[in-house]
Nanobody, 124 residues
Framework: QVQLVESGGGLVQAGGSLRLSCATS????????VGWFRQAPGKEREFVAA???????????RYADSVKGRFTISRDNAKNTVYLQMNSLKPDDTAVYYC??????????????WGQGTQVTVSS
C-alpha cells in the first residue's frame, strides 16, 4: 500500500513560483513511477509531469507541453518525497494538483494510487 500526501499549494501572482511536495509512505515506494496531474474548474484532469527512478524506465522524465521549461519534477529518496517545482506560473496553471503513483511510467496515466490534491491559484 502506498499513501500520497500533497502540500505546498497556495495563492501566487503570475510569474511567481511554488514548490509542491508529495510525501509518500510504503516500503515499496521506491519502485513506483510518480506523476503530477491537475484539474481546473470545469475541466478534466490532465497530466503534468512524471518520472521513474527504478526499473527499466529509470531516469526517464516526461512533461506536458504546457509546462515544459517551467516545471521540474524531482525526488528526495531520503525523505520519500517527490517535488514539483513550478516557475513562471500563469493564471492557466490554476488547478487542484494531484500526486499519483504507478508501477511503471508507461501506466502513469492510470495510476494505482492518488493523493488528495492541493490547490494552486495563480492571480493575474
Amino acid at each position: 500500500q502506498v499513501q500520497l500526501v500533497e502540500s505546498g499549494g497556495g495563492l501566487v501572482q503570475a510569474g511567481g513560483s511554488l514548490r509542491l511536495s508529495c510525501a509518500t509512505s510504503g516500503r515499496t515506494f521506491s519502485r513506483y513511477a510518480v506523476g503530477w496531474f491537475r484539474q481546473a474548474p470545469g475541466k478534466e484532469r490532465e497530466f503534468v509531469a512524471a518520472s521513474s527512478w527504478s526499473g527499466w524506465d529509470s531516469g526517464i522524465t516526461r512533461y506536458a507541453d504546457s509546462v515544459k521549461g517551467r516545471f521540474t519534477i524531482s525526488r528526495d529518496n531520503a525523505k520519500n518525497t517527490v517535488y514539483l517545482q513550478m516557475n513562471s506560473l500563469k493564471p492557466d496553471d490554476t488547478a487542484v494538483y494531484y500526486c499519483a503513483a504507478a508501477t511503471t511510467l508507461a501506466t502513469i496515466q492510470g495510476p494505482d494510487y492518488w493523493g488528495q490534491g492541493t490547490q494552486v491559484t495563480v492571480s493575474s
